[in-house]
């Protein structure tokens, strides 16, 4: 592969990033961590084919005596939490839709969505069916054993299910730490003003984006801005930066918004009402039964079983959170406004710089660089300890 030659705006966002110290307050950032580490969970939201009317994994057979009935979809669920058993390492809960009042927290969740649109290639005299399924995984801390089991998991429903990807599929990354205090105002400031930034790169990972006709997924950020600011993206960081409150940043990136593609929308009821209140964020007295602590949840990812993409993606989501939390508005305002004036290449060349020099993830670099066929050299950096590299 080619060496591909740096812009002199490249260079200088790398510069600024060096001169803003990011990789020391995300050191700082990740020892806080001891007392209160992040967590993450998962949702795969997928379609599962049948064909006949059993499912059978071994000596275990599952009959659908009736296709499309409530019958039928309980089997399809039960089905899979028998797949996933031996991985999961406590029992998966079977939840019936829906699934807001049903999930348990401590175990792997399997349920369905209705805005996984199962039928759509549906071909009525193939005599195949097709299920909506949601795979949920416990809320799990940063470790090699919670890698290995989300390994396991996705290895399992690839090799014991029939698995059918559209565009209503997805994979939603959730990053929380159970701290009202951390999760304020503040952080989601910062965590706008870095998606509005960094957002048409990341936007690069994802070949096939949910689709937004299917399941009214609508955009954070640039996409969906007011004409002013998706036309002056320097603009609408300033004005992001210079947001006092709530209602402020809402007009500007729609955090409130149920189902915008990075949903903030289960962080918020009650909410604080200036940059200069620290209080943590509360939330809908119905939402304590899903989430035992705030989080921001990542919902652009195409749908995946590939577990390697899977775990790069989560760990670019922590990290950008992550930075959110580490770095003073001042210095992080000064980071972004050299950044925001680098373009969007044709590749991954961009994100892999970014992953690289501002999220400081070499080995995720060096995997969206193989998978985007980029030669980014010259960048060997010594990694943070985070516990996942």
């Known amino acids: ?210 689709s937004k006709e299917a399941w009214r997924c609508i955009p954070f950020g640039r996409d969906d801005a007011v004409p002013e600011y998706a036309q002056d993206p320097t603009k609408g960081l300033e004005a992001i930066l210079q947001c006092n409150d709530m209602d402020d940043l809402d007009r500007i990136v729609r955090i409130k918004e149920e189902r915008c593609a990075y949903s903030t929308f289960k962080m918020f009821q009650e909410l604080p009402g200036t940059k200069d209140d620290s209080s943590g964020i509360q939330y809908d007295e119905n939402y304590e039964q899903l989430d035992p602590g705030k989080t921001f949840e990542f919902r652009q990812h195409s749908a995946t079983f590939d577990h390697q993409e899977v775990l790069n993606w989560l760990f670019v989501c922590a990290d950008l959170v992550r930075l959110a939390q580490a770095m003073d508005l001042k210095v992080l305002g000064n980071l972004l406004r050299t950044w925001i004036k680098v373009p969007v290449g044709k590749d991954l060349f961009i994100l892999v710089r970014i992953v690289r020099k501002v999220l400081h993830l070499p080995e995720v670099a060096n995997y969206y660089a193989v998978k985007g066929k980029v030669v980014d050299e010259g960048d060997e950096l010594e990694q943070i300890d985070r516990g996942w590299q």
């Open 1 to 210: 592969m080619p060496k591909i030659k740096h812009t002199a705006l490249e260079l200088a966002a790398v510069k600024a990033a060096e001169k803003a110290n990011v990789k020391e307050a995300l050191e700082k950032q990740v020892d806080g961590e001891k007392k209160q580490p992040l967590t993450f969970g998962l949702e795969f939201k997928f379609v599962l084919k049948v064909d006949g009317n059993e499912l059978r994994d071994g000596e275990s057979g599952f009959l659908i005596l009736k296709h499309n009935t409530q019958e039928a979809r309980d089997t399809v669920r039960e089905y899979i939490r028998h797949v996933i058993l031996s991985a999961a390492k406590r029992e998966p809960h079977v939840v019936g839709y829906h699934k807001l009042y049903g999930i348990e927290i401590g175990t792997w969740n399997v349920t369905d969505d209705v805005e996984i649109q199962s039928r759509v290639c549906e071909n009525k005299f193939s005599g195949s069916k097709r299920y909506s399924v949601e795979l949920v995984s416990p809320e799990s801390r940063f470790d090699e054993n919670r890698y290995k089991q989300i390994r396991e998991v996705c290895e399992a429903v690839v090799s014991k299910c029939r698995i059918e990807i559209n565009l209503t599929c997805n994979l939603h990354v959730h990053i929380g730490n159970n701290d009202n205090i951390s999760l304020n105002y503040s952080v989601l400031q910062k965590l706008s003003a870095i998606l509005w930034t960094f957002g048409p790169h990341i936007k690069r990972l994802h070949q096939k984006l949910p």
